[in-house]
């Protein structure tokens, strides 16, 4: 439930509304906007209780259901989109946010090669994996502690920030000491105990769409990121199965708009996860920042030929460049720069 107080309200008459919620046994979390202030009663009986418990109190202007089931990623909650700050990289602000690297770290000097050649093309975020979430136990599961230290040491050397996923509890702090923002990858957006975890870290935390997750979903999985009051949360759109088979994913560009209205999160998109194939990846990246995206996060390697992992959708140093030189007009066109 969202209790919108009025331009007037005074502290007292938040304060009272917070009592209210806390007496009935809901948590609160408030919004101090410039204009007005937004209480958002959480609980999961406050659909039973009648919204004329919060509409009758003093300086209440106006109280309302949320219907969808996330509340804390809501517009409603947050009229303001949300920037997140990485070491000084804006995410969600006019700069269109390039974050590049390979899908997998293999060894220290390619992952330093690559990250120095993305840089120079304008990427202002590396990434890596070194946990692998792979489909099959029997495939390459990443260098795990040994590829974070690499990509510390790049962090430190390049002085850019870095990201790599996070697949499990037992990980996270580690995962947080070397990398500046944290991946959730597609395959466990709805794994919740991950997720409640996370939410306790003060630390940005970049949450990938499941593959056969709707909008819907993926925002109240955001909810359970936000709920202990981390508000760093950057979305990534990186396609849905459909029964379309040409394409690894069918890349869902609607999601974007959908995600602006609804949300006040940022949304980056992965190209190369859903194209599947590095001949589709420069399109997608095209159209994704023409329809809005607040970033893209692509799969470069310095040759896709010998990679472990994901060379298919993996981009060269040179095709990367081109990439990067083709997407500015288009970011200008759209009022970003990149
Ligand atoms: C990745 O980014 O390396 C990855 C595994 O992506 P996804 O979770 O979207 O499949
Ligand atoms: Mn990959």
């Not at 996860?273 to 589709?280: E, I, K, P, R």
């Amino acid at each position: 439930m969202i209790v919108e107080m009025a331009k007037n309200a005074s502290r007292e008459q938040v304060d009272h509304v917070v009592e209210r919620a806390e007496f009935l046994g809901f948590e609160v979390q408030l919004n101090f906007g410039t204009e007005k202030t937004v209480v958002a009663i959480l609980g999961s009986e406050t659909g039973k209780t009648s919204t004329d418990i919060f509409a009758v109190l003093p300086g209440v202007e106006s109280v309302s259901r949320v219907m969808k089931p996330y509340k804390l990623a809501s517009r409603e909650f947050n009229p303001r989109s949300t920037v997140v700050n990485v070491r000084g990289v804006e995410i969600g602000g006019p700069r269109v946010v390039v974050i590049a690297g390979p899908c997998a770290v293999e060894n220290e000097q390619r992952l330093m090669d690559t990250a120095s050649a993305v840089k120079a093309c304008g990427a202002a975020v590396v990434r890596g994996g070194a946990f692998k979430p792979r489909t099959s136990p029997f495939s390459f599961q990443g260098l795990e502690k040994d590829a974070l230290k690499m990509l510390s040491r790049v962090r430190t050397k390049l002085g850019i920030p870095v990201v790599t996923e996070v697949v499990d509890i037992e990980n996270i702090l580690i995962v947080a000491k070397h990398a500046d923002i944290l991946q959730v990858g597609a395959r466990n957006m709805q794994n919740f105990a991950l997720l409640k975890e996370l939410s306790k870290l003060n630390h940005p935390i970049l949450l990938k769409r499941g593959l056969s997750a709707t909008v819907t979903e993926w925002l109240t999985a955001a909810d359970y990121l936000l709920a202990e009051g981390n508000n760093q949360v950057i979305l990534c759109e990186r396609g849905i199965r459909t029964f379309e088979d040409s394409v690894r994913f069918s890349m869902d560009l609607s999601s974007i708009g959908v995600i602006k209205r609804f949300s006040h999160l940022p949304v980056i998109v992965d190209p190369s996860h859903a194209a599947g194939h590095s001949a589709f990846v420069p399109s997608l990246a095209k159209a994704a920042v023409a329809a809005g995206a607040d970033g893209l996060l692509i799969e470069v390697h310095p040759n896709p030929e010998e990679a472990l992992v994901d060379g298919l959708q993996s981009l060269n140093f040179p095709t990367f460049e081109k990439l990067m030189a083709e997407l500015k007009p288009i970011a200008e066109a759209v009022g970003r720069s990149i």
